[in-house]
């Protein structure tokens, strides 16, 4: 795991596969409020449409009708 320093702040990244993913809660950890912000992102209707076609194309195991239910 690597880690980048964005204004004071260290961020976490992480590679799986030749992809990188950042941590989230290390972006906001120093943002009032920041965990609202992230539960207010992953509430959006285009963040919930984005997350569901991903798990169709990525997680064999994916339950659509569940997700719809959503």
């Excluded at 984005?50 to 239910?69: H, K, V």
């Amino acid at each position: 795991m690597s880690k980048i320093n964005v204004e004071g702040s260290e961020i976490s990244i992480i590679a799986i596969d030749n992809r990188d993913y950042i941590s989230l809660t290390d972006m906001v950890r120093n943002i009032e409020n920041g965990s609202a912000l992230i539960e207010k992102w992953l509430r959006n209707k285009n963040t919930i449409e984005f997350l569901g076609i991903w798990e169709e194309m990525y997680n064999t195991n994916f339950n659509s009708p569940e997700f719809e239910g959503i």
